[in-house]
């Protein structure tokens, strides 16, 4: 498949090349830019993520995430580590820095997390949506 734009709702969406047909439906990558609103143990929030080559980056107005992906057909699941890059700002976990295990699927243009620190019974739920494709790499 070419390298072209796809609509969604008003917007247009860049549709990648690495776009592929599988199970009689166009498969989207899951690389992108996305956008995230998340439950957690001390409250919600939203935030920004974008996912590139099996690794995740992102953040909110009071912490930033690095982490990996790994997907397998619909299935997807992510390793997180989370650190507060801004001081007293009140975070969803309720802790400074702490990883998260999360496991999900993808749908279309979202994607639908749920996990936890690990060891702990402090869970996360996560509901991403994709506002774009990211630039082609050379």
Known sequence: MRAG?????????PVSADSRLGEGKLRHSMEGFYTV????????GTGVVVYIAGHVFGGDSAMMFTGTYDRQGNAV????HAKQIAPG???????????LDL?????GE??????????????LKANLTKQCELPARG
């Open 77 to 80: 699941t992510v390793q997180l």
């Open 5 to 13: 734009l796809r609509h969604s709702h008003s917007r247009q969406i």
């Open 110 to 123: 979202k994607i639908k997390l749920a996990g936890n620190i690990p060891g702990t019974e402090l869970r």
């Open 37 to 44: 609103q998340f439950i957690g143990a001390q409250g919600w």
């Open 89 to 99: 700002l009140m975070n969803t976990m309720g802790r400074d820095e702490f990883d």
């Open 103 to 107: 496991s999900g699927v993808v749908e």
